[in-house]
């Protein structure tokens, strides 16, 4: 199966230079939880920013609703494109324990976004996905004392279990 095949197309973005407010804003009227930020001139796809980033780097740090997107965004975010295969989707949220991937065309605009509910809707749909799959590639998102992250849901979370 293809990304293409599963992905959100056309996701609302913003740019670094917006205020978290609008991101989050964004986020409420697209029923999301990650906004692709993108270059104001360019297009070109420079990070994600989530509701935890605004949540963990924003309000926890109690900072303002207006501090700009750039300060809150995780850069350089792991991508796909539409005609890749969905397996590298996965392992892209497998090993980066991310619970979304940016799909880019060949300009690096962004095009839409794979979920991990949108695997979890393929995987009921088709034999594409098998529920093994799925199991695995949200096991691996979820380890607490995963691999360090570098994109959206990228912090090290506290684990629970200590």
Do not use: N
């Amino acid at each position: 199966m293809m990304v293409q095949e599963v992905m959100s197309g056309s996701p609302a973005c913003c740019t670094p230079e917006q205020p978290v407010r609008e991101a989050a804003k964004l986020m409420h009227d697209h029923d999301c939880g990650c906004i692709p930020v993108e270059d104001s001139r360019t297009h070109r796809l420079v990070g994600v920013v989530t509701d935890r980033d605004i949540a963990m780097r924003v309000v926890a740090e109690g900072r303002s609703p207006d501090t700009p997107v750039k300060e809150a965004m995780s850069r350089d975010p792991s991508c796909c494109h539409a005609g890749d295969s969905l397996v590298k989707a996965e392992e892209i949220m497998a090993e980066r324990q991310v619970r979304r991937v940016p799909i880019v065309d060949d300009d690096g605009c962004c095009v839409g976004i794979v979920a991990q509910a949108d695997l979890a809707r393929a995987s009921q749909r088709s034999e594409a996905v098998s529920e093994r799959e799925l199991a695995r590639v949200v096991e691996r998102i979820s380890e607490p004392d995963g691999a360090s992250r570098s994109q959206g849901d990228t912090h090290r979370r506290p684990s629970s279990r200590h």
